[in-house]
C-alpha cells in the first residue's frame, strides 16, 4: 500500500500527461511560456482571483509574498506553530521575527481568538496555514487584520481545492484574503512532477512586483530593478499541472468520500475536525491518540504505511528556538497535538480494500 498513491493516479491520466510532456519537449520552450501562461489563467480561473502567478515552489511563493511586502529585519509576522517548516523558514529569510499563535484544539488552525493579542505595532504580515487542507477561520483573521491595516497571506500549500462558506458566500482557498501561496509539490492535493507553486493576489501592484522578483528582480529585458530570485516555474512542470488541474474537483470529491469512510469507522482515535460550511482539500488524513507508540505499532505489523505531521511544533525547532527562545510550554495546545497526531494513507486512489485493511489496523 503507498501513503499517497501517486502511481495509481499517473495511469488514470496517462496519456494526456505523456502528450503534454511531449508537446513542451517539441516546443523547447522550457522556461516560462506558453504552458506557464495557460496554467496561471487556470488557476487563476479555479480560484477567482485577478491574479495567479506560478513559481518554483510553495516555499517561494511565500518568500515573494514577503519579498513583495518588503519584510526585513526588526518586522514580526504572525503564523501558526502547527505547520512545516516552509512557513517560518520564510519569515526568517527575510530577517523577520516569527511570532505565533497556538492552534485550535479541534480544526489545528491558527485560532482567531488568539490573534489580536499578539498583534504589535511591528506585525507587518499575518500567515494563517490551512493544515492538512482545511482553511483556517479566513473571515474572523481578515477582519482583524483590516482593522490594523496588516497584509494577510494564506498559506494554502495545503489546501488548493478547499472551499469555506461564510453567509451565503463561497471562500475559495487561494482567494480568501489578500495574499495566498500554494504549492504543487508531489504529494500536495494538486501536485506536479517536481517542485512549483503559486502566488495568488487580487492587487495588480503587487502581482507586477512578484512577477518581477521571481526573475531576477528583471523589469525589462537584463534591466533589473528589484534584487529578487530566480523562482520561475519550468514548462514541463505546468504542463502536467494543466492535465491535473482538471481532475482536481472529481478527486477531492472523492477525498469527501474516502474521509467519510474512515470518519464513520475509525474507533478509539480522534477523527478530523471539520468545520461546519468547510470543503477540506484533505492533503493529509491525520487523526490523534494518546497512544501514538501503541498505534505505530500496530500500523507497523500491518504493513500501513504512515507519517507524523508534524512531531515538533515550529517555536520548538531548533534554527527558531536558538534564535527567539521560545520554550517547551508556550504553545501547549500545538505542543500536545505534535505528540499525538498521525497521518494515515489517504489519497483520491485508495482503493476500499485498502481503506478497509487501515481501519482495521487502527481498529485491532
Ligand atoms: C508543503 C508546504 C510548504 C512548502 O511547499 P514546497 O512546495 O514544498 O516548498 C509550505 N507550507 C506548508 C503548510 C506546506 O505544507
Redesign the pocket.
Known amino acids: 500500500m503507498e501513503f499517497i498513491n501517486l502511481k495509481a493516479q499517473y495511469e488514470q491520466q496517462k496519456s494526456e500527461i505523456d502528450n503534454a510532456i511531449q508537446d513542451v519537449l517539441h516546443s523547447s520552450q522550457f522556461i516560462m511560456g506558453k504552458a506557464v501562461e495557460e496554467l496561471e489563467s487556470h488557476l487563476s480561473s479555479y480560484v477567482g482571483a485577478k491574479n495567479a502567478i506560478a513559481c ?7 518568500i515573494l509574498a514577503l519579498m513583495a511586502l518588503d519584510i526585513k529585519n526588526g518586522d514580526e509576522v504572525i503564523t501558526s506553530p502547527f ?5 517560518v523558514e ?1 519569515i526568517m529569510l527575510l530577517g523577520a521575527k516569527p511570532i505565533f499563535v497556538d492552534i485550535d484544539e479541534k480544526t489545528y488552525n491558527l485560532d482567531s481568538t488568539k490573534l489580536e493579542n499578539a498583534i504589535t505595532k511591528h506585525t507587518k504580515a499575518i500567515i494563517p ?3 492538512f487542507g482545511q482553511m483556517a477561520d479566513m473571515q474572523a483573521i481578515n477582519a482583524i487584520a483590516l482593522k490594523h491595516n496588516i497584509p494577510v497571506i494564506e ?4 489546501s488548493f481545492g478547499a472551499t469555506q462558506r461564510y453567509n451565503d458566500k463561497i471562500l475559495k482557498s487561494c482567494n480568501a484574503s489578500m495574499f495566498a ?5 508531489p504529494s ?1 492535493p494538486l501536485g506536479c512532477y517536481g ?3 503559486a502566488v495568488f493576489t487580487n492587487d495588480e501592484k503587487f502581482a507586477q512586483k512578484i512577477r518581477y522578483l521571481l526573475n531576477h528582480g528583471q523589469t525589462k529585458r537584463y534591466e533589473h530593478s528589484f534584487i529578487g530570485l530566480n523562482a520561475r516555474l519550468d514548462a514541463l512542470q505546468a504542463a502536467i499541472l494543466n492535465v491535473k488541474i482538471k481532475y482536481l474537483d472529481s478527486e477531492i470529491a472523492k477525498r469527501q468520500e474516502i474521509a467519510r469512510i474512515y470518519d464513520e469507522n475509525l474507533r478509539n482515535v480522534i477523527i478530523p475536525f471539520i468545520q461546519k460550511g468547510n470543503v477540506s482539500a484533505y ?1 493529509q488524513y491525520s487523526i490523534r491518540t494518546k497512544n501514538r507508540a501503541q498505534l505505530i505499532e500496530k500500523l507497523t505489523k500491518a504493513h500501513i504505511p504512515y507519517a507524523v ?1 508534524y512531531p515538533i511544533a515550529l517555536h520548538l525547532q531548533e534554527v527558531v528556538r536558538k534564535v527567539y527562545g521560545y520554550k517547551k510550554g508556550d504553545f501547549p495546545i500545538s505542543e500536545v497535538v505534535c505528540d499525538e497526531i498521525l497521518s494515515l494513507p489517504f489519497s483520491p486512489f485508495l482503493s476500499a480494500k485498502e481503506q478497509d485493511q487501515v481501519i482495521k489496523a487502527v481498529n485491532g
Open positions: 518554483s515552489s510553495g516555499t517561494d511563493a511565500l505547520s512545516f517548516i516552509a512557513s520564510a496555514v490551512a493544515i498559506d494554502a500549500a495545503q501561496t500554494t504549492s504543487f509539490f500536495k517542485d512549483g507553486g492533503a505531521h
